[in-house]
């Protein structure tokens, strides 16, 4: 997030950690732009922050040329940012996985050529293996997510894709039980798994009923390590997949 007020602690942070891979997370909704917000109007609020309207917002980036041309400008102005920290580009996301939106991106697929990418996630959770791990834990958005992953998928030919990502059903409660027993299930290929590990649960800019907590004592579980280190799978980065 690179127009977050933290983003100099975390480049910081990364530049001490060189085998960590870092990709940008694109943010398009309920943030600060990196564009001023006079450059972009019709993202943003009064408040000079992103609009919350998701549903609202994907229907006028399609159908109103004006917005999409903002959109282009704000996507490849964080691209540019993420640039300037000099951290190699991993690979992209984006903030509640609004580029499964088709023309959100084709801008940050066009935009990400100019600047090396390779790598983009699909959100697409195999709802067999969640369920496995956690009785009708799957749910019908997840479902549907996965419809406009397959156009994602389409759209990113020629880069690298995961063959699934984990942490839709139980974003922001991902424990260390749910770990443990997912990395005992992992399908073959390449995998994503996402959490939002925090110190605290409540801080500026979290999400209402998340368990950070919990999910960074998961990463940290001896439970957690020994299935992993147990898995036929090895950790990677996009880029050394």
């Known amino acids: 997030m690179v127009a977050a007020p933290a983003v100099a602690d975390a480049v910081a942070r990364a530049k001490k950690m060189p085998s960590l891979k870092v990709g940008l997370h694109l ?21 000079g922050y992103f609009r919350i309207d998701m549903a609202r917002l994907g229907f006028d980036i399609a159908f109103r040329p004006r917005v999409r041309a903002q959109l282009r400008s704000e996507i490849a102005a964080q691209f540019e940012a993420f640039a300037a920290t000099g951290l190699a580009l991993d690979h992209v996301n984006a903030h509640k996985h609004f580029h499964l939106h088709p023309m959100i991106a084709a801008e940050a697929l066009a935009a990400g050529r100019r600047y090396g990418l390779h790598a983009i996630r699909v959100p697409q959770e195999p709802a067999a293996i969640v369920d496995a791990v956690e009785p009708a834990s799957s749910n019908l958005g997840t479902r549907l997510t996965g419809q406009w992953a397959r156009v994602l998928r389409h759209q990113g030919r020629g880069l690298v894709m995961p063959d699934a990502v984990f942490g839709l059903a139980w974003t922001g409660a991902f424990d260390g039980k749910r770990l443990a027993r997912l990395l005992a299930r992992l399908p073959e290929g390449l995998i994503e798994i996402y959490s939002h590990p925090a110190t605290a649960d409540a801080f500026a800019g979290s999400a209402p009923g998340y368990r950070y907590r919990d999910e960074l004592a998961a990463l940290v579980d001896p439970a957690v390590i020994a299935a992993a280190a147990s898995s036929r799978h090895r950790r990677c980065g996009y880029a050394d997949a």
């Open 27 to 47: 943010v398009l909704v309920e943030a600060k732009p990196a564009l001023p917000a006079e450059r972009v109007p019709d993202l943003v609020g009064p408040d």
